[in-house]
């Protein structure tokens, strides 16, 4: 992988990834590439046949209050440096308009915001001054659209999320990344041909763990999409 700028900034940092989806994984490999200590952790044992060579792997599930504070533990001595939240939850097919989901789907779908509230709550004390909670949202929260009712209002809630957490834990730093359309929709509602990767977020998840002047922030990796056509 091409060094970047924050390359030297993460050289050593003690990096947990959260997820170990096609986002969690393209993160845990930028962040050991940039020479990060990094630990990858997801709830199914099988996800984490995944993860790159040199990364340390936890089964955990933070959906349990006392498991977040078992993981953030678990992935070294506090404090750590930076956590990133990726893990996904019910696939927006799912999860579809406010009144045609059943309460029983949209409580799944919004397992991904307690399991992020519950990371929050524990990074105190556990992540240190100046280091960084990176959240993971959606274009959805702020381009509403038919049938993703549940699945804005689920990123909008972790956008909120995001910016209390900042104002409540500073001087540690919390940031949500937006994704697009990201491999699902390729170079639909966009300003450019670039359809979007896995790799485009988890470079985003990096600059901000990096940047110690960015939190409350929510950054979208979207190619334009709320300046694009809809499909």
Known sequence: MTTTYYTPLLAGARVLVVGAGKMGLATARQALAAGADVTLSSRS??????????????????????????????????PLDHVAVL????????????????????????????????????????????????????????????????????HGAIEALARNAAYELGPIRVNAVSPGGIGVHPGNRQLIAHPGEPDDVAAMVLALMANPAVTATVVDVDGGEFLGQSA
């Open 87 to 154: 893990a996904g939850g019910a696939h927006p097919s799912s999860a579809r308009g406010i009144v045609e989901t059943p309460a029983a789907v949209a409580g799944e779908a919004f397992a991904r915001f307690w399991l992020s509230y519950h990371l929050l709550r524990a990074a105190v004390g556990r992540v240190r001054d100046g280091g960084s909670v990176t959240l993971l949202s959606g274009s959805s929260s702020r381009r509403p659209s038919d049938g993703r009712g549940v699945w804005g209002t689920l």
């Open 45 to 78: 044992r099988h996800r984490l046949v995944a993860a790159p060579p040199g990364v340390r792997t936890v089964v955990a599930d933070p959906e349990d209050p006392e498991d977040a504070v078992r993981l953030l533990e678990a992935a070294g001595l506090p």
